[in-house]
């Protein structure tokens, strides 16, 4: 069964940064796109950044600027670098994966979630 392994999640003050990895397991494949959503409590998740397997990359508003989403191919890994942190950055960020098998309909393999916070 394909699995996502999110790492670097954390405690950082406003202002700083952090970068998030997300390793999709090799029995994923047909990878259409990887990305970050983030919830904060009370609020629904939201799209941080995505990026296609062609290398296209789509924003959330709340993030543009500040955040970069990158890709390793080679690696089926994902990452977010987050530079300019603000307290509302402060959410449990989840790695996704669109697949679309061949012959099939798309779906989406979600990691376990990793923990951000900015303290102010």
């Known amino acids: 069964q394909g699995q996502l392994v999110e790492s670097g999640g954390g405690l950082v003050q406003a202002g700083g940064s952090l970068r998030l990895s997300c390793t999709a397991s090799e029995r994923i494949r047909s990878i259409i796109s990887m990305g970050w959503y983030r919830q904060a409590p009370g609020k629904q998740r939201e799209v941080v950044a995505v990026i296609t397997s062609g290398g296209n990359t789509n924003y959330g508003d709340p993030v543009k600027g500040r955040f970069t989403i990158s890709r390793d191919n080679a690696k089926n890994t994902v990452y977010l670098q987050m530079n300019s942190l603000k307290h509302e950055d402060t959410a449990i960020y989840y790695c996704?994966?669109?697949?679309?098998?061949?012959?099939?309909?798309?779906?989406?393999?979600w990691g376990q979630g990793t923990q951000v916070t900015v303290s102010s």
């Open positions: 996704n994966c669109n697949v679309r098998p061949e012959g099939s309909i798309s779906f989406s393999y």
